[in-house]
């Protein structure tokens, strides 16, 4: 497969991992819209779209000015959301919706870095309360995430603190490498959408996972390896079993509310209604 062996006499070494269609099959937040809508997070209307709206995702993802429209959404969307409800929700309801859409491929790749004796670090424009449990599932070491406000009431306040996303995720990179000692040069990335260019180009070993048309161009370009991860398994069904216990995943940049992607679908149907009225 790839060459794993890893010399502990280097500089120590990680793999960064995108998460949305790179480790799990689907949008981590999307997937918990109905126990969103049953918390009462969100209405039925945005559950109906959801599933259109996830569907545009997988067929396309989002392109930097969709992102952009999607941050704008997320601070208005997710202001008043109490933080501790979205963990419960998401505590309550992660192995049902997230275990089976793991991609086998990925969980085995983070089996082999880690077993190379490489920290796991996944990077997620998603926010920690959806990605930090994530992660803790999938035995990641690190966990960079988008940051919103929290309100002395324990709600978000509808500002950004931190939007891991584009640049902002290659800066992340880069100083987990300076604070923890890692040598880029021989660390791995994995991705599936080109606004994760910058990260990809961060370190001596990119990989485009299932790629959107723009970075399935770029990594043809730079001949890196593209992989197609298509296999989603339960993590207890996979053979070999999933050998690694799980590890509490180290916040680096944590805790968005679940809303980033439900804020895309927002933002997606009223931008189709704005072109059928044009």
């Known amino acids: 497969m790839l060459d794993f062996v890893e010399n502990h006499s280097l500089p120590r070494t990680a793999a960064f991992f995108d998460l949305d ?10 997937t ?18 959801t599933a259109y709206t996830q569907f545009v995702f997988l067929a396309g993802g989002a392109d930097h000015d969709q992102m952009e429209r999607m941050r704008e959404y997320l601070s208005a969307l997710c202001k008043g959301w109490n933080v501790q409800q979205v963990k419960e929700i998401v505590a309550e309801t992660l192995h049902d919706l997230i275990d089976p859409i793991i991609y086998d491929e990925a969980a085995s ?3 082999d870095h880690h077993t190379a004796g490489r920290d ?45 996303y584009g640049p902002t995720k290659a800066a992340a ?15 791995y990335a994995y991705s599936d959408s080109a606004t994760d260019l910058p990260m990809l180009q961060s370190v001596g070993h990119p990989y485009a996972v299932n790629p959107d048309r723009t970075l399935r161009r770029e990594a043809t370009a730079r001949d890196w390896p593209i992989l197609v991860f298509n296999r989603p398994v339960r993590l207890k069904q996979r053979l070999p079993a999933f050998s690694m216990p799980p590890r509490p995943a180290l916040v680096v940049a944590a805790a968005v509310g679940a809303a980033a992607a439900t804020a895309g679908l927002v933002w997606y149907t009223s931008r189709r209604r704005q072109a059928a009225s044009a």
């Open 32 to 49: 918990f819209s109905k126990s969103f809508y049953q918390g009462g997070l969100i209405n039925r209307r945005a559950v109906l779209r």
């Open 173 to 187: 990179v880069k100083a987990l490498a300076a604070s923890e000692g890692y040598d880029l040069d021989r660390c």
């Open 120 to 164: 796991v670090v996944i990077v997620s424009t998603s926010g920690a309360e959806v990605v930090e449990p994530i992660g803790e599932l999938l035995g990641a070491d690190r966990v960079v995430a988008t940051r919103m406000v929290v309100g002395e009431d324990g709600c978000f306040t509808g500002e950004i603190e931190y939007y891991a």
């Open 109 to 111: 790749l983070i089996e």
């Open 21 to 30: 269609k790179t480790v799990i099959a689907k949008s981590s937040t999307l």
